[in-house]
């Protein structure tokens, strides 16, 4: 199979750290878990690598409107139980939309801490916050 080279093909893609925040608030409770252990982990692990500009936009253009969208969704979200049809077995600790959101609230709660002390312990970044 041969390809052809477009030339004038642009591809507008958004940084991966944009697009798990996106998926942190994905409906299904195990995406927005994995998205979310996968963002904090790597923001944590390779932090040290972004310069203060780069940080800024993540913290105000991912981190702040995840916590917004969280919190939003986590409100909203329904008490009634999940209908565990089939196979599926449900904790009753998580039979609801509610309480499922409620633990994407404390893993996006805990992960904004955890990147903020990551942060705040390079000198160089904390005169940008």
């Not at 030339?7 to 994905?26: A, R, S, Y």
């Not at 923001?43 to 969280?70: E, K, M, R, Y």
């Not at 939309?97 to 903020?116: F, N």
């Amino acid at each position: 199979m041969t390809y052809k080279k477009q030339n004038n093909v642009k591809f507008e893609t958004k940084p991966i750290q944009m697009l798990l925040g996106e998926l942190c608030v994905d409906l299904r409770p195990a995406v927005r878990k994995s998205a979310g252990q996968t963002l904090f982990s790597t923001i944590t692990a390779h932090g040290s690598l972004l310069n203060p500009p780069t940080w800024q936009a993540l913290v105000w253009q991912v981190l702040f409107p995840l916590l917004d969208n969280v919190r939003a969704l986590s409100s909203s979200a329904s008490n009634e139980k999940v209908d565990a049809s089939g196979n599926i077995l449900i904790h009753h600790s998580r039979n609801t939309a509610q309480k499922q959101w409620a633990e994407t609230q404390v893993l996006t709660l805990s992960g904004v801490c955890r990147v903020s002390l990551s942060v705040f312990k390079s000198s160089a970044l904390l005169e940008e916050f």
